[in-house]
């Protein structure tokens, strides 16, 4: 198997889960299986979640190189179907909800401007829109919204160009898309390309992945058993949000307690070791039928 992902804030996640041994936990981004081998490790028993199929390959590779594979039931779905994916309470959810390296480095995938591939950005190749489509088939205002709302800033020295330069030629691949960005808008002293939000923006849009997420976590806190515990790991501000404020709601609904009243980020150490890591935040919410309110 080639190089492993490395799963952000490992030991923290798991930890949070409180694993109990035999008990099922639901790894929502399967990925690579980082979460998935260290809750089996400590007794847990999983159900793996993934869109990309080729996650799931390199997962079930790399459970069965570890003897592991009896201990996971892996689906292929997103997350937001977790209702139709699960069919029984289970004692944790985890969701590492950034790409992973692999994705970032497939040359086909076109989730990274590092390398020159075609403009795709699906996780789940059945989608039928495309990064390139959204990219040449918006409107400048549709555009405009779109990086504003996904990627919470608009450029508009790098939206003006790449109007321009749709209209000579539709914009392909990853390496066009960042060259114009780039030349508009220049690199300066910041080490963040130029167009880092704006392929944010169009990986968000492509796999709706806020919308998934809004709509996975009420579903996840119904299949919890009490007491039991739903981490997130976000890498965007937007994701964070989304969490933050939907445990809020959960506990206010009286379904639980919000674990952490400031997210948990990384190391300076696992920061260094890993730079990707860098913008991590984990959120806790535990699921406990005390809190129900008494007229509920």
Do not use: W
């Not at 985890?94 to 970032?104: A, E």
């Not at 390398?115 to 400048?140: E, F, H, Q, Y």
Request: glycine share 8%; proline share 2%; aromatic share 6%.
């Amino acid at each position: 198997m080639d190089k492993v992902h490395t799963s952000v804030l490992l030991s923290e996640a798991i930890d949070a889960l409180q694993i109990e041994k035999n008990k099922y936990y639901v790894d929502c981004t399967l990925g690579d299986g980082g979460y998935t081998v260290e809750i089996v490790r400590r007794g847990g028993q999983i159900f793996g979640l993934d869109q990309d199929t080729e996650s799931i390959k390199r997962a079930k590779e790399r459970l069965g190189a570890l003897g592991l594979s009896s201990k996971v039931v892996i689906k292929q779905g997103n997350f937001a179907e977790l209702d139709n994916l699960i069919d029984q309470p289970v004692a944790g959810f985890v969701y590492d909800l950034g790409v992973s390296s692999n994705q970032l480095e497939d040359g086909e995938r076109g989730f990274s401007f590092s390398r020159d591939a075609p403009l795709d950005m699906r996780m789940d190749m059945n989608l039928s829109v495309r990064a390139a489509d959204l990219i040449n088939g918006l409107n400048k205002g549709e555009l405009e919204k779109l990086f504003a709302t996904y990627g919470e800033f608009v450029n508009k020295k790098a939206l003006k160009a790449i109007i321009e330069s749709r209209k000579l030629k539709a914009i392909e691949t990853t390496t066009e898309l960042a060259g114009i960005v780039e030349r508009a808008v220049g690199r300066g002293k910041d080490k963040i390309h130029p167009a880092t939000l704006i392929f944010q923006a169009l990986r968000i849009a492509v796999n709706d992945e806020l919308n998934s997420l809004r709509t996975s976590l009420p579903k996840a806190v119904e299949l919890l058993e009490d007491g039991g515990r739903i981490v997130v790991v976000s890498f965007h501000s937007l994701e964070d949000r989304i969490a933050k404020e939907s445990f809020k709601e959960f506990e206010k609904e009286g379904k639980g307690v919000v674990i952490t009243e400031k997210p948990i980020t990384p190391e300076v150490a696992e920061i260094m070791k890993n730079p990707r890591s860098r913008s991590a935040k984990m959120r806790i919410f535990e699921k406990n039928e005390k809190f129900k309110k008494s007229d509920r």
